[in-house]
């Protein structure tokens, strides 16, 4: 791939401006771009990298929002970090930030199988016992990150099993490819955020000692009707994450 052209690898649903915004991170890490120095002009980079300013715009706001970035009038565009912040990523509470989540990490699917789901398991996910829910599991890392930042869970409807069937490595969000292939739109997201003692199983596949304190986020994905289409559990340590959310007076 050449310096100025962007990765089309990626998949086909992730905006442009977030591809853009992953090539200015290659960059940086990579330290083509190195700390301390300048970016060019707004509009010479959008000439470099093919785009237009108002995506180039969009693009540096990711990267300022990640830490890795500062703007200052009259200064310019200055890199300040070679590693995203990930600590402050969730800021608001809407569908978008949740699928730039899933396009900015990857999830190394370790387990897929169908299981019958009863007990613990079918009370917290709300259904009958004995139905039978997709489920797969695996390290989330970030991209270009070598460490896993938490544990991934996911149950998902059978009929989103076309969509998982030959996929390894998880880099869009779930839901989205099951809208587009099911037709279904999913109308209610429902999160809950959890401390926890991380069990021993996680601490060793995401390189923590046992015994480590963390954050469970379980988030339920519900279609018309209240249909469960998938149920996603993530387990961060403590360090690793946290959720800030913005709350506007009326």
């Known amino acids: 791939m050449k310096d100025d052209e962007i990765d089309q690898s990626e998949s086909?649903?992730?905006?442009?401006?977030?591809?853009v915004a992953h090539k200015l991170?290659?960059?940086?890490?990579?330290?083509?771009?190195?700390?301390?120095?300048?970016?060019?002009?707004?509009?010479?980079?959008?000439?470099?990298?093919?785009?237009?300013?108002?995506t180039m715009r969009q693009a540096i706001a990711q990267l300022r929002q990640r830490g890795m970035l500062s703007a200052r009038k009259g200064v310019g565009t200055r890199v300040e970090n070679a590693r995203p912040q990930w600590r402050d990523r969730f800021r608001d509470n809407?569908?978008?930030?949740?699928?730039?989540?899933?396009?900015?990490?990857?999830?190394?699917?370790?387990?897929?199988?169908r299981r019958g789901l009863r007990g613990k398991e079918a009370?917290?996910?709300?259904?009958?016992?004995?139905?039978t829910l997709i489920y797969m599991e695996g390290p989330r890392h970030f991209i270009n990150e070598p460490l896993p930042f938490?544990?991934?869970?996911?149950?998902?409807?059978?009929?989103?099993?076309?969509?998982?069937?030959?996929?390894e490595v998880q880099r869009s969000s779930l839901f989205h490819l099951i809208e587009a292939h099911t037709g279904e739109r999913i109308v209610d997201?429902?999160?809950?955020?959890?401390?926890?003692?991380?069990?021993p199983d996680i601490c060793e596949q995401i390189g923590q000692p046992e015994g480590t304190i963390g954050l469970r986020?379980?988030?339920?994905?519900?279609?018309?009707?209240?249909?469960?289409?998938?149920?996603?559990?993530?387990?961060?340590?403590a360090d690793s994450f946290a959720y800030r959310t913005?709350?506007?007076a009326t």
């Open 189 to 199: 997201i429902q999160q809950e955020i959890r401390a926890v003692t991380i069990r």
């Open 150 to 167: 938490c544990w991934n869970e996911v149950y998902l409807d059978p009929i989103a099993e076309p969509v998982i069937k030959d996929m």
């Open 246 to 248: 913005h709350v506007k």
């Open 94 to 113: 809407n569908r978008d930030d949740l699928f730039e989540f899933a396009s900015e990490s990857e999830m190394f699917i370790r387990t897929k199988e």
């Open 217 to 237: 986020i379980t988030r339920r994905y519900l279609a018309s009707g209240g249909r469960l289409m998938e149920f996603a559990i993530q387990t961060s340590p």
């Open 123 to 131: 009370a917290e996910l709300g259904v009958r016992p004995g139905k």
């Open 12 to 19: 086909t649903n992730t905006p442009l401006y977030l591809r």
């Open 25 to 54: 991170e290659r960059q940086i890490v990579s330290g083509e771009r190195a700390v301390g120095t300048l970016l060019p002009p707004e509009a010479e980079l959008a000439v470099q990298l093919g785009v237009s300013r108002h």
